[in-house]
Every structure is written in C-alpha cells, then in structure tokens.
C-alpha cells in the first residue's frame, strides 16, 4: 500500500502496542524507537518502525512531514469527562479554598445541582459552542478521543439536550468524542423526597429514550453515600445493560461504598475514581477485566491528600487508565498532560505506566484498544509530536503544554501550538 502520509525525522517514537490493555508487569511495556518513522493511507497507519527498515511506497503527492528531531506519542485519549456543562462554580471553589468540604457544600444545596440549573437553562446552540471551546483546548494539549457524559440534565429534555450537542461536536470537530448517558449522575431537585420515581422514570423515560435516539453508547451512575446506594446502582446497571448500554460507575470517589464490586459484578467497562476501592473491590476488578479509571485531577482539585491506589491495583493485574475527569465542581482542567503528571508525582506511576494509561488502557475503557491507542499499523494515525525529543519530558518538564503538533487520522489539526483553523 502507497503512503500518502509521511512523519519523518522522530528523534523517538514512544507506543505501547497490541489491542488489549496492559497489566502487571507488563503496564509499564513500551516500545521506544529512536530515529523512527510513520506512515499512513487515508488515515490509518501502515508503517511505524525504524526508519533504517521502512519499506514504504510513496505515493504521487505524499504529504511529508518533518518532526524535527523531537519525539512522537500516540494522541491522549481522555476516557472519562464531563464536557458539555454550563455555568460556573467558582463561588465554590473559594469556598473550599476556605476549608469548607465538596460534601458539606453539596448539603447546602450547591454542588452538581448548580450545574444542572445552568444546563437546564442554557439554549442547545450556547452548549454547543461553550463544549467546542473546550473541546479546541482538550485538543491543543494533545487529546485525539474523548468520552464525554451527560448528566447536568437530569430530566428527559435536558439530558437529550446534552447529548444532542455531543453528536453535534462528534460530527463537526477533530477529536472524537464517544457519549455516554449519566442521567444517574444524582438526583434531581424535584425528587430528592421521592427518589424511587426518578429511578423510575430513568428505567422506564430517560434509558430507552437515548437508546432509540442512538445518542449514548454508555451508562454511567455515581454510586456514593448521598447520592445512588449499591442496590440502586445494581438496579439500573441491569436495566442499561439489558436496553443495549455498555457501563461505567463512578466508585468508592469519596467513601467505600462496595462500587468497585459492584462494577465487577455487573460487567462493567471500567470503573471511575476508586480512592477508597477496598482489597477485595480491586480484586474483583482484576478478575472481571474491569478498567480502573483513575482520575488525579480530582483529589488535587478537591485538597485531599489521598489518591487512588495505583500500585496496588497494577500489582494486582488491574487495567489502569488516566483521564482529566473535567468538571466545573472537581476537576476543572481539560489538560491530560497535567493529569499524567499526577499519576507519576502523586500516585508513584512510572512514566512509561502513566502513557500506557493514557493511550492504550484509556482507548480500552472505551472499546476502542482495537483501532487507537498505540502507533502500529492498522490503526488510526491520531499522533503527537512533543516539543522535546524524549517523552520523558512530558513529567520531567511539568505545567507546560509539551505538545507541538497533533495529527488527527492523517490530518494535522494542531500546528506549532495552534490550532488549525479549517474544521471538518
Ligand atoms: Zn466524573
């Protein structure tokens, strides 16, 4: 197969490799090519190896283009976001910088409620362009796919709203987004005195809904004291899984709740957050092939000095992925490169770990390790030129944007640090 599509000059090329996640021993298994070479046609990799070995044909007009000694990664994919939201909480975050809890002003009626009253109100067309914006900065600092949920609806018409606007900016913008349904995010206002009918209309409205309407491909549900018990998580996790939903739940984020168990009980893709996951939870993980989705920002964000158990659960053979977790009341950063400097400085990843978690294990989080997540043929080419020529940058140089150019499926989307302006 002729390339049409040439990366050439790559002081190093850092991939993981396969089409499953990496685990164990075998989390940290990257492949480190020094003066490396990619090669595309029509957006799918053909060649990526040593440049001595390439055997490439070149086709008329083949777009070449020059790393410039510096090193290549494959693009970041951000398995866990809350991106289309409206409004603000930065009265809360100083309040919390004032030592007030999340907790404590969720029980004053702040939190996720305040998001869902702006959503609520927001027209489709303001979602949609305020969710662009940070779907423009998620791509400039290198992510190629994206998972982005509902949830800030939290009635029928509001939680289509949000995802109507997700297969907008899927159809319009570079990166891809994949949606899930988080209309279990909590409960609405209108029902926190009669919380079985919410559960009602999510089981018998909201799910077969969105499933009709071919809007989300996930259902997702935040299991926590407060918010949906063990047994209710059970309850509409069956419910998703039998209408056709693959599942993600947000577990043991603030307290144990048993969600790490639960996760693996009811067969679900991955499960998020997991700082207070028990022994036994994350031994079930294990074994089940539950993703752990591990989410830094968000005990930097919240000033908590526990983070998730990382080393544990790579000891125990659990598939760990990184991801921004961005949200306006815990995570507000659309920035994976932060995030991966987390794992490394707070939860004693190593680097190597850290991109494996962001690539290959995130891209399995969401079912799609057989087609992203690492440079090899048959794959799509979403590549990152750093600005540096080793990956070991990305941690050792941190707090700035390492990311010098993206290419999205054989298209350069971000040159030089910007943006290329021509949408698809
Ligand atoms: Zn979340």
């Known amino acids: 197969m002729k390339a049409d599509f040439i990366v050439e000059n790559i002081s190093e090329m850092a991939t993981a490799a396969g089409r499953s996640p990496l685990t164990g021993t075998h989390a ?3 492949r480190v090519i020094r003066d490396a070479l990619i090669a595309s046609h029509n957006g799918r990799i053909i060649y990526a190896g040593p440049r001595k070995a390439a055997d490439v044909e070149v086709a008329h007009g083949v777009r070449r283009m020059d790393a410039g000694a510096r090193a290549v ?5 951000d398995s866990h976001t809350h991106l289309p939201f409206a409004g603000d909480r930065s009265n809360e975050f100083l309040m919390r910088m004032q030592g007030r809890s999340y907790q404590e002003i969720a029980a004053g009626g702040g939190g996720i409620v305040t998001t869902v009253r702006a959503t609520r109100e927001i027209s489709e067309d303001e979602l949609f362009a305020i969710s662009q914006e940070r779907l423009d900065r998620m791509l400039l600092y290198g ?11 939290l009635d029928l018409e509001s939680e289509m709203k949000q995802l109507r606007v997700l ?5 319009s913008h570079p990166v891809t987004v994949i949606s899930t349904c988080m209309c279990a995010h909590d409960f609405p206002p209108e029902y926190r005195s009669s919380r079985d009918e919410y559960i009602s209309i999510i089981s018998d409205q909201i799910l077969p809904a969105v499933r009709q309407a071919g809007l989300a491909e996930f259902f997702d549900i935040f299991v926590e004291s407060g918010v949906y018990t063990r047994l209710q998580g059970e309850v509409l996790c069956r419910r998703a899984a039998s209408l056709g939903f693959l599942l993600k739940v947000h577990a043991d984020e603030l307290s144990d709740t048993g969600g790490a168990s639960l996760a693996a009980e009811v067969g679900a893709v991955s499960a998020e957050h997991l700082l207070f996951a ?3 939870g994350i031994k079930k993980m294990a074994a089940a092939g539950v993703v752990a989705t591990l989410l830094p920002g968000v005990p930097l964000f919240l000033m908590m000095d526990r983070h998730a ?3 544990t659960m790579i000891e125990s053979g659990v598939a760990v992925a990184v991801a921004t977790d961005l949200n306006p009341g815990s995570s507000y950063t659309e920035s994976m ?3 991966i400097q987390l794992a490394c400085f707070r939860m004693k990843m190593k680097i190597e770990e850290a991109l494996v978690a962001a690539t290959l294990n995130a891209a399995h989080g969401l079912r799609r390790a057989h087609e992203i997540g690492s440079l090899e043929p048959g794959k799509w080419m979403d590549a990152l030129i750093l600005n540096s020529r ?4 990305l941690v050792y140089h941190f707090g700035v944007n390492p990311i010098n150019t993206v290419i999205k499926r054989g298209r350069i989307v971000v040159g030089n640090g910007y943006l290329k302006k021509d949408r698809k």
């Open 309 to 311: 158990p990382a080393r």
């Open 167 to 171: 297969r907008r900016l899927a159809a």
């Open 337 to 339: 490169p932060l995030i």
């Open 73 to 77: 990664i494959p693009g970041f994919v």
């Open 390 to 393: 080793s990956f070991i940058d």
């Open 143 to 153: 992510t190629t796919t994206a998972e982005a949920k509902s949830g800030y609806g």
């Open 28 to 30: 940290s298994d990257l």
């Open 278 to 280: 028990s022994e036994e």
